[in-house]
Structure formats: C-alpha cells, structure tokens
C-alpha cells in the first residue's frame, strides 16, 4: 500500500503555532507561568504516584478491550461523535442523559461509548460504513436512546451526528475500501500524516476558525483520534507512531476547567464572571432559552473570541506543562497530561465545582 502524501507544514505544528499566537495576543485568557510550573510538579508527582502510562485507556470498561482492526473502526466512529455532552440538567442527576450498560449508567462522553457497544450487541453494526453511511435519524435515535426517554434529555445534535455518521461512511467506502485501519496503514507510523489525512479528507474533523485577523487551527477530534489509537494499542503495531510526541492535548470544555483549577489557566474577571452567569442562566432556564440571548448574555458560539482563547491557550498551556515536566528529567507527552487531566476532573467533580466550563455547542468537541 503507498504511503499518503501530505503536503503543507505539519498538523500538530500548525496547533501548537496555533495555539502560541492565541496565547500571545488573548486579552481575557492567560497561561500563568507561575501556575503551571507548580501544576507541573504537582501533575507529574501525581502521574508517577499511580504509574499513570497508555495503559489506563484500556482499563476504562467501555473501551475495545482487545488491540485489532475492529478496535481501529470502532475508535473511529467513536471520535467522530466525540462532542458536545454538556447538559442543561446538571442540578438534575435523574433528567441527564443516560444510558445503562451492564448495570453501570453512564452520563456524559461515556454515554456514547456505551449506546455504540448496547446497538453491537443488539446487532446493530455501528462501526461498519455500509451501514452508518444510510442509516436513518430514527435508526440513530434508537441507537442512542436514553433508559427514559420520557424523563431524560436525548442525546445533543443528533441531527448533526448523523450527517458526521454519512459523511465519514461515504468517504471510506470511496477512498479507503470502507476500513478507516487502511488509512491508518496509509501513513505508515506517522501521527502527523493520520491527522492530516484525516482534516484533509473528512470534512467534520477541521476544527479551524478565525483569531486575530488570522485562520487558527485546534484539530481536536483529529488529534484524539490519534492519540485513541496509540493508547489502545499501548504504542505498538498499528498504534505504533514515531512521531506521537508532536500531537498536542484536546482543547475541549473539561481539560480547560481542570487546568483552572490546578492554577496553569486564568480568566478576566468579565470572562469568569460571564462564564459563571452562563452556567446559571443555563441552570435556571435551560439551554434552549439562553441561546436565544445574545452571545454576550447566553452560551458562546463556536470560533467566538472567547471560546477560542479558552481552547488555544490551554493546548499552550498543557505544551509549557510537558517543557517544565521534560526539564525535570521525567518523559511525558501532552496526550498523557490531556488523559490525566480529564481523568482528573471526571473523578473530582467536587473540586471542580468552583470553576466554571464554557458552554459551547459545536461538533468540534
């Protein structure tokens, strides 16, 4: 099989240069450097305490317990749905949505995971192109049925997850004999290449915007598709990449609100406090009100000043993170702070209760 050929500097450099220049010119995000020196240590102290390594992707229950092919497709279509589970029910446990599996309930990202692996056992084949690429939106709504329908919000964007689902379905079956595992063949152990074949060729992965009178790129589905298939793999045969180090960490709405509270990101006053009344209004109202508000009174939109310096200046602050953590002696790349991270904040809520997360709906993250 040839190998892909990518012309242009690469992906992960065009992120973190990306993220550099928001960085550089955000007037109500900023990177600490004080702060991130102290989380350094104390992330890297906390990392070597519990032998934190790629071998924690496996050990989370819903993810392909074996390193194959169809662990590859899975992981696929799992990332290409990997956005947008923040809810308006967060003072609501029992209206989330939720889906049980194996007498666990899961909310959030792992409500995707678990409807994926409910309709494979009930004989859907979720992670087969042929099927997804014609796939009705009643089919998907059954698929990611919540356990009550009438008490519980469905899924976000559905519509939207459905166009990605056609959409990534279509391009395998014409470009990559329906097996995203070809692709990944194609670019024979360079992330770089995957991730850039990947923006290049599916559409719904190009996560880029406008900043500062200049196109930015952020890339984070593409980069954690990636990364998805290093760890699953624990780096080796086809998760075998000579260049993972470059991938940068997943600017999403979680990792920016743990990084907040481990003092390696600050806001503005007039962000934390529309930030703050965001998440209020959203909690009184509900998402569907607050979105008829204007943006400076309501939810951010995508690419808005704002929600982009959160996202930029976290990649930037997760690369100044690994520098402090690679100057101590210790090796660590920015997908294991962004894991650790995430991990970190799903298994804190309390802590994190006093920072606040941007509310952004966007297939993006």
């Known amino acids: 099989?040839?190998?892909?050929?990518?012309?242009?500097?690469?992906?992960?450099?065009?992120?973190?240069?990306?993220?550099?220049?928001?960085?550089?010119?955000?007037?109500?995000?900023?990177?600490?450097?004080?702060?991130?020196?102290?989380?350094?240590?104390?992330?890297?102290?906390?990392?070597?305490?519990?032998?934190?390594?790629?071998?924690?992707?496996?050990?989370?229950?819903?993810n392909p317990s074996v390193a194959d092919s169809a662990a590859i497709e899975w992981i696929f279509v799992v990332d290409a749905l990997n956005?947008?589970?923040?809810?308006?029910?967060?003072?609501?446990?029992?209206?989330?949505?939720?889906?049980?599996?194996?007498?666990?309930?899961?909310?959030?990202?792992?409500?995707?995971?678990?409807?994926?692996?409910?309709?494979?056992?009930?004989?859907?084949?979720?992670?087969?192109?042929?099927?997804?690429?014609?796939?009705?939106?009643?089919?998907?709504?059954?698929?990611?049925r919540a356990d009550d329908p009438a008490i519980q919000e469905p899924i976000p964007l559905l519509a939207r997850r459905l166009q990605v689902l056609h959409e990534i379905g279509r391009v395998l079956q014409d470009k990559y004999s329906g097996r995203f595992a070809n692709a990944v063949e194609l670019c024979r152990g360079s992330a770089q290449r995957l991730v850039e074949l990947v923006v290049r060729d599916f559409p719904c992965f190009r996560d880029e915007h406008?900043?500062?009178?200049?196109?930015?790129?952020?890339?984070k589905r593409a980069?954690?598709?990636?990364?998805?298939?290093?760890?699953?793999?624990?780096?080796?045969?086809?998760?075998?990449?000579?260049?993972?180090?470059q991938i940068t960490m997943f600017a999403d709405y979680r990792v920016p609100q743990a990084l907040?509270?481990?003092?390696?990101?600050?806001?503005?006053?007039?962000?934390?406090?529309?930030?703050?009344?965001?998440?209020?209004?959203?909690?009184?109202h509900g998402e569907a009100a607050v979105?008829?508000?204007?943006?400076?009174?309501?939810?951010?939109?995508?690419?808005?000043?704002?929600e982009v310096e959160i996202r930029g200046n976290s990649i930037w602050a997760v690369e100044r993170i690994r520098q402090h953590i690679l100057a101590s002696g210790a090796h660590?790349?920015?997908?294991?702070?962004?894991?650790?991270?995430?991990?970190?904040?799903k298994e804190h809520p309390e802590s994190m209760r006093s920072v606040p997360i941007h509310l952004t709906r966007s297939i993006f993250y």
């Open 260 to 284: 907040c509270h481990f003092g390696a990101l600050s806001y503005s006053p007039r962000l934390a406090d529309f930030l703050r009344r965001s998440e209020r209004a959203v909690a009184l």
């Open 210 to 219: 406008r900043y500062g009178g200049r196109a930015v790129q952020l890339y």
């Open 332 to 345: 660590v790349n920015a997908i294991l702070i962004d894991f650790y991270l995430w991990d970190y904040a």
């Open 83 to 144: 956005f947008s589970f923040w809810t308006d029910k967060s003072g609501s446990p029992h209206k989330q949505y939720t889906v049980t599996l194996d007498g666990h309930a899961y909310r959030g990202y792992w409500t995707l995971c678990a409807a994926i692996n409910r309709a494979e056992r009930e004989g859907v084949p979720m992670t087969d192109p042929a099927f997804y690429s014609r796939m009705s939106l009643d089919d998907l709504a059954h698929v990611f």
């Open 1 to 62: 099989m040839p190998v892909a050929h990518i012309s242009g500097s690469a992906a992960g450099e065009r992120v973190l240069e990306s993220a550099q220049y928001i960085s550089q010119h955000s007037k109500d995000v900023f990177v600490p450097e004080e702060g991130v020196r102290r989380a350094a240590q104390e992330i890297v102290e906390r990392m070597q305490s519990v032998g934190y390594s790629t071998a924690e992707w496996r050990k989370h229950t819903l």
């Open 291 to 306: 979105a008829a508000c204007p943006p400076e009174a309501g939810l951010l939109p995508s690419g808005h000043e704002w």
């Open 223 to 245: 980069q954690i598709l990636v990364a998805d298939i290093w760890a699953c793999f624990e780096g080796k045969a086809s998760g075998w990449f000579y260049d993972i180090d």
